[in-house]
């Protein structure tokens, strides 16, 4: 077996390698001058088992170099070829919304026929119920949540779990059952991708309290911050964010987040400063 690291996740592809004891060797990806990519294998590939590693933010060139490179692996005699992509993209446009759209996380399902395996991190299913709804491959579910509530016990005791909406229930909820703490899920309306509302009810109850806000991806921060600005009108005494992938798109949504709250968390699916949460092993035990 050979981790391969790809170009947006070469450091934890190593480290999954090292903790595995696997193999390693970095996918070599370059631009042709007009922006083409290059794709080369730095060892031999035959008759291995080949895993590559790419997250899927940014998602548009590293689809690309993954299917290149996919495809190539088989063409050079690789037993199998499969994918870990901590963050999987594409999964939230799981519905024709408006007439005419892509139903994208089913087509990202069929160009990732090539791959025998994938295995992916807390993607986000909501209207696909599991991850056979959008994958032909054997494909393998991980969830960050153990490592969340570790970090949450060793950190922040009597605190209040919220989840911003309908479907993070399966983090905020199963997280707060598992440590012991309360939990309040609110009601979500996405007007477009700027601009949500959240409703929530029992919230007298977390004044003067430490409070966790818990949902699977930050992505612009507007579901995060409006979760903010309707907890604030309780008087709470602290907001804690956790984002298991943090995406962060919008600065200045960011920087509001950042002022009103004690800290952010997230998983090193994307890595940023906030990634307090490590995966490798996760992903690494996966592979034995
Ligand atoms: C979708 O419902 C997800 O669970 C997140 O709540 C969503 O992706 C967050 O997006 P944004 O940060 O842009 O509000």
């Known amino acids: 077996m050979i981790v391969v690291g790809c170009s947006n996740s070469k450091s934890l ?8 004891g696997l193999k390693y060797s970095d ?6 001058p007009d922006g083409e990519l290059y794709i080369k294998y730095a060892i031999d590939i035959k008759n291995e088992d080949v895993f590559l590693v790419q997250t ?33 993209a594409y999964m939230r446009q799981d519905k024709r919304f408006f007439k005419g759209e892509a139903i994208s996380s089913l087509i990202i399902g069929k160009m990732f ?20 709804e959008v994958f032909y ?6 969830s960050s949540n153990k490592l969340i509530e570790d970090y949450l016990q060793k950190n922040y005791s009597d605190s209040y779990i919220i989840g911003p909406d309908e479907e993070s229930n399966q983090w905020a909820e199963e997280i707060a059952k598992k440590i012991g703490m309360k939990s309040i899920v609110f009601n979500k309306k996405r007007y477009n991708s700027q601009k949500v509302k959240v409703y929530g009810k029992g919230l007298e109850e977390i004044k003067n309290q430490k409070v966790i806000i818990i949902d699977d991806i930050i992505s612009t ?9 309707e907890i604030k009108k309780y008087k709470p005494k602290t907001i804690i964010v956790v984002g298991i ?18 800290e952010i968390i997230t998983t090193n699916t994307i890595e940023t400063k906030h990634s ?13």
Do not use: C, W
Request: hydrophobic share 45%.
């Open 13 to 20: 592809a190593k480290i999954i390698a090292r903790k595995a």
């Open 27 to 32: 996918l070599v990806m370059k631009h042709f």
């Open 56 to 88: 899927l933010y940014p998602s548009t060139e590293a689809i690309l170099e993954i299917l290149i490179a996919g495809y190539t692996a088989k063409d050079l005699g690789a037993k199998k070829v499969n994918l870990i992509a901590p963050y999987m």
């Open 113 to 132: 026929n090539i791959f025998d395996k994938i295995i992916t991190i807390d993607p986000h299913l909501h209207r696909h119920k599991s991850l056979n």
């Open 137 to 142: 491959n054997q494909n393998v579910l991980l």
């Open 221 to 229: 921060g507007h579901t995060i911050l409006e979760s903010i600005n």
């Open 245 to 262: 992938h943090g995406i962060f798109a919008n600065k200045l949504v960011y920087e509001q987040i950042m002022k009103n709250t004690k």
């Open 276 to 288: 307090k949460i490590d995966v490798s092993e996760l992903i690494s035990n996966s592979l034995l």
